[in-house]
C-alpha cells in the first residue's frame, strides 16, 4: 500500500471515530432536533453537525478535494473528481433517533471514480470496517471475509425500504421470492452496515436500491472481503461503476448467479 494510500486510510479512520464520539454523545444528551428532508426522509441536527465535523477535517488534512455528502450533494460533473471523498455522516439517522444500535459513519475516497479507501464506523455496535484497494478488509484491526454459502436456502439477506412509501408496493414481489425461497431476511436500517454484514458473512446477499453515500465505503470493503458486488442492471455510462448505487446486490460468491437470477424473476412477474 502507497503511503499516500496508506495516509489517506488513517486519517479517514481517525475522522470516522471522532465523528462517531460526536454521534454517541448527542444521543445520551438528546438536545437534537428532526425534521423531515423532501417532506419524507428524517435528518437530525446531528446529521448536520457531524457531516461539517467531516467537512472541516477532510479541508484541513486535504484541501480543496471534492465532496459528495448525503448533506450537501455536488453536481454530477464532480463524481469522477481525481479525489473524492463521499461521507454519510450517520447512515441509519431513524436507528439513531429511535435508539437503535445500527448506525455508521461512513467515509470513502474515491480517486477518478474508483473506490480506493472506505471506513464505516459503527460506535455503537464498537465496530470499524476498513478497506483499501487491493489490501482486503478488517473489523476492528482483525481480516473479515465473506461467506461461503452455496445455497439459497442457507442465505441470510438483508434489504431496505425507501422513503417513498409509494414506491414500495414494486418490492412485494422480491420480498416474497426472498422469503420463499432463501434462509430468511432482514432489514437493519444501516446500508453501509449491510454492506459489512455480508463482507463478515453474517448476511450472505443484500441488495437494495440506495444512494452513493451509501454503498462507496461499504462496496469496497464487501469486494476487499471476496463478496461478489454488482448491479442487476446495466450502469449508466456517465456516471463511475463504484458511485453507482441503484439496483445493487452484493452477496457471498457462491449464491451470486442463484440470487441474481431469483430477483430478475421476481421483477419480471410484476
Request: aromatic share 6%; proline share 4%; glycine share 8%.
Amino acid at each position: 500500500m502507497s503511503q499516500t494510500l496508506t495516509q489517506r486510510l488513517q486519517t479517514a479512520i481517525s475522522i470516522a471515530e471522532e465523528a462517531g464520539r460526536m454521534i454517541v454523545k448527542a444521543r445520551e444528551e438528546q438536545t437534537f432536533g428532526q425534521r423531515l428532508k423532501g417532506g419524507e426522509e428524517l435528518v437530525t441536527d446531528a446529521d448536520v453537525a457531524v457531516d461539517k465535523l467531516i467537512r472541516e477535517r477532510l479541508e484541513e488534512h486535504f484541501p480543496g478535494e471534492a465532496l459528495l455528502s448525503e448533506e450537501l450533494s455536488p453536481d454530477q460533473q464532480q463524481l469522477d473528481a481525481p479525489a473524492l471523498w463521499v461521507v454519510d455522516p450517520i447512515d441509519g439517522t431513524v436507528n439513531f433517533a429511535n435508539g437503535l444500535r445500527h448506525v455508521a459513519v461512513s467515509i470513502a475516497w474515491l480517486g477518478a471514480g474508483v473506490g480506493k479507501v472506505g471506513v464505516v464506523h459503527a460506535p455503537f455496535l464498537q465496530e470499524t470496517f476498513v478497506a483499501a484497494k487491493g489490501q482486503g478488509a478488517t473489523c476492528n484491526g482483525e481480516p473479515i471475509q465473506a461467506s461461503h454459502v452455496t445455497e439459497l436456502s442457507h442465505t441470510l439477506v438483508a434489504t431496505g425500504f425507501p422513503y417513498q412509501k409509494a414506491d414500495r408496493a414494486a418490492l412485494l414481489k422480491r420480498l416474497e421470492a426472498v422469503l420463499t425461497q432463501c434462509q430468511d431476511i432482514r432489514r437493519n436500517g444501516s446500508a453501509a452496515l449491510d454492506f459489512c454484514d455480508v463482507a463478515c458473512g453474517r448476511l450472505g446477499a443484500y441488495y437494495e436500491s440506495v444512494s452513493p453515500w451509501d454503498c462507496a465505503a461499504g462496496g469496497l470493503i464487501a469486494r476487499e472481503a471476496g463478496a461478489s458486488f454488482a448491479h442487476r442492471y446495466p450502469v449508466p455510462e456517465d456516471i463511475p461503476r463504484d458511485l453507482y448505487s441503484r439496483h445493487l446486490l452484493v452477496t457471498a460468491p457462491g449464491v451470486f448467479d442463484a440470487m441474481k437470477a431469483l430477483l430478475h424473476k421476481a421483477d419480471s412477474s410484476t
